[in-house]
């Protein structure tokens, strides 16, 4: 192999990851990674607990340093360098320091686009007035608890009724705000269905959390430059702190100008083994497309877990080895004040095409036995394919405890077990743990009853 | 089917979920349930709660009492009914009310052995003094609740370094006992391995608890009737309370009398479907051989989750259905203090003897992302064969959150998954449940290095 030369574009999970795995397999290999931004291998995903105070200094973000990369892994780690143009033809990128201003052109051998996802921001009257954040660079972060810290916010409004939305609104009970969630669809939640996600909504109200669904935000006021109010077609809400958590979209501008074509969502298609259709441009993370596991499917979410992933598989298969990324569940979890929420595989929404005939069950238990004082509710809906019983998917909402069970979803669906082997699993019980009967085994049995 | 009337001996978990399930399957069956003991259908599982005061009151652990099963399912529960011969070519049970000291007996079409298993307790020299306790049965924890409530011990010694003994040492630390445990083994816990158990013995320690491991007990040093002290053969540990925590022996002299051969550790030897040698008569829970899920050899082990499974199955075949049993892993969970604790499948120890060639890695993780200020150690290990890359087993030990991953590897288990499967599951990842690397999949990643 010709691997001198790898250049990574994105310094996050899956550029750091590729990169690390690829010095690991090579001593030899020259690594530049190019960030533009402040920080490299960075916890994006702590972000929230960093906000509400459970993690104390953002420093404890940032996994490994640009210094630490060049000092012990060799990897040229620049930051503030942004990547204008891939030249395929030349191979190299034109960059510019974003410091000094002067622009250079970097040759490779082998190219990593891990470009990332942006979060979306809307174009509307009033989106520059102070007191708006967003939370998807450590800088923004630190920049919002700064404002939590000294400028005492009381009403919040947070836009957005994802997962992000959801964290924060956590985060920021710990300040004593006033909270409200704005969201465009129905429910929050999109990545689970209606009768979750209704728990979810209940749970969030019982914390005294106002919830705007249905409501699409048309303008921010301001008063002598900082945010003021937040106005939907509906209502205007006074507000002295709002958090824009309206989702993500991939960074393929780069990718698309060097004549990639994109999938879905404008992502960067690659195969199995992260490779692009151009010759030595490897793509992963965030910015590319990924299979589903259950069907195949084309299928994008941004997740830490599959940026690492697929940063291994690069990391690897640049280095000659010959690893495959074999595709994603969209697990996911999370945890809003008392309630945690988990999903995996296919759901109800992403089935009601109709292709394929299914049937689901939906199940209330709790997360310890009755007796136990600590008990909390447990819901665990469960889908399977209506001719050979096969699982496609897996929701959960309940109290401390229940969310990690989605593991044993996720593994069954990965294995491709059908709901009657998962009401035979041999799953773990004790009092302080679960039930006798886990919640998912009672949610299987009363799926194989309707199979 | 002549199912006119099905005798189950033994009122707990085995006995009534099978008479429960019978119920559900045929309202016209005549269910008689015989129970030597005070209660049926108790939460054995709940009393080390019960003891250590988590859970107020014992009637807490009644699941449901003789009369609601009478009411509510039509259920004939006799308790302090004690059966004392099988007479199968009769189709008769002798039955000894042991309140009106009167003997009868119970015709049978379908006979259901749920005896259970008792605790050991050794034939010492002072073992009945006062203040010397087991806790295998509703009764005797009360017993013992009560003298902790009013006599208000000092010095505990616990006499085992199993499950029990640590969920008891836990109750204890709550009354602010001094706790001695005396293990016969070298290690605590026989169920996982030598390495993983120290790690066990370590927290102990931490908790303030001392460890007299490789060491029996000879005596018991009374004063006045009361337990004083407990004698091992190199010491004389002062105690005003013992707990006898020495493991569990299969109840079936009755099984034996009435002609059926016996399997491991003298168990009742049944097929798949909970059917024992003679015609008309099943056998579930701690009475019963299990097969061991990953290599088909005889397991026993005292456990609810397998008695409440077979005594569904038996349930169900018993009122003419096709139900199965497929075996077990000897997945388990506890918690001693901080510590939690989780095994399945296969261990090192079990495999000894040589024919199977297995590779085991164990990786020390952590429960959360390093910035996360309450992340705690966890360790997991996992075993694999040689040849083919499958798993066989694995453990963990860690803090909060840890155990519960014990599912994922007794899915994988179940599903005949090779450890390379394993390092690419989609598992869920939060900062508050989990590093972005799962450490199952970090310990598969380092076996898969093995194989």
């Known amino acids: 192999m010709s691997t001198d030369r790898l250049v990574v574009i994105g310094g996050d999970a899956a550029g750091m990851t590729a990169a690390s795995q690829a010095r690991r397999r090579s001593k030899d290999l020259q690594i530049v990674a190019m960030e533009k931004g402040r920080y490299v291998s960075y916890a994006a995903c702590g972000i929230p607990y960093y906000v509400g105070g459970i993690v104390d200094g953002f420093e404890r973000l940032l996994v490994r ?20 143009q891939i030249r395929p033809q030349a191979g190299k990128v034109l960059v510019r320091d974003l410091d000094s201003h002067r622009e250079y052109e970097e040759p490779y051998d082998q190219l990593l686009i891990a470009t990332g996802a942006s979060a979306v921001r809307p ?3 009033g989106i520059d007035a102070q007191g708006i954040f967003g939370v998807s660079s450590v800088e923004q972060a630190t920049e919002l608890r700064d404002f939590l810290e000294h400028q005492k916010p009381k009403r919040a409004v947070i836009v957005g009724g994802g997962y992000i939305g959801l964290e924060l609104a956590e985060s920021f009970t710990r300040w004593g705000l006033d909270i409200s969630i704005i969201g465009r669809a129905p429910r929050l939640l999109r990545s689970i269905d209606p009768e979750m996600s209704d728990l979810v909504s209940e749970a969030m109200t019982k914390m005294g959390i106002d919830l705007y669904l249905a409501e699409e935000v048309t303008a921010f006021e301001e008063q002598a430059g900082r945010v003021a109010a937040v106005v939907t ?3 205007t809400l006074p507000a002295d702190l709002v958090l824009l958590a309206m989702g993500f979209k991939p960074n393929t501008d780069l990718a698309r100008e060097a004549g990639l074509a994109l999938g879905i969502k404008d992502t960067i298609v690659t195969d199995d083994h992260m ?20 069907d195949g499917r084309p299928y994008w979410t941004s997740l830490a877990t599959i940026s690492s992933k697929q940063g291994r598989v690069a990391g690897t298969n640049i280095t000659g080895g010959d690893a495959s990324f074999p595709g994603t569940l969209g697990t996911s979890i999370t945890k809003a004040g008392p309630v945690e929420i988990a999903r995996t595989g296919l759901q109800e929404t992403d089935l009601a095409d109709g292709d394929v005939a299914f049937t689901a069950a939906k199940i209330d238990s709790i997360t310890q036995p009755g007796y136990m004082p600590d008990n909390e509710p447990m819901a665990v809906k469960l889908l399977a394919e209506k001719s050979t019983g096969r699982l496609l998917g897996g929701q959960i909402v309940g109290g401390a405890g229940a969310a990690m069970r989605i593991n044993v ?7 491709g077990l059908a709901v009657d082997q998962i009401h035979d699993l041999d799953l773990a019980y004790a009092p302080p743990f679960s039930t006798v009967w886990d919640p998912v085994v009672i949610a299987a049995r009363k799926l194989c009853d309707q199979c």
């Open 123 to 125: 174009d509307l009257p």
């Open 233 to 235: 077609e509906k209502r």
């Open 409 to 415: 979803i996720a593994t069954a669906l990965q294995a």
């Open 275 to 294: 490779r692009t259709p151009l010759e030595h441009i490897w793509a992963a993370g965030d910015c590319v497309q990924a299979n589903h596991l259950v």
């Open 65 to 84: 340093s640009p210094e630490e990369f060049r000092s012990k892994q060799s990897i040229d780690a620049r930051v503030r360098h942004e990547v204008l």
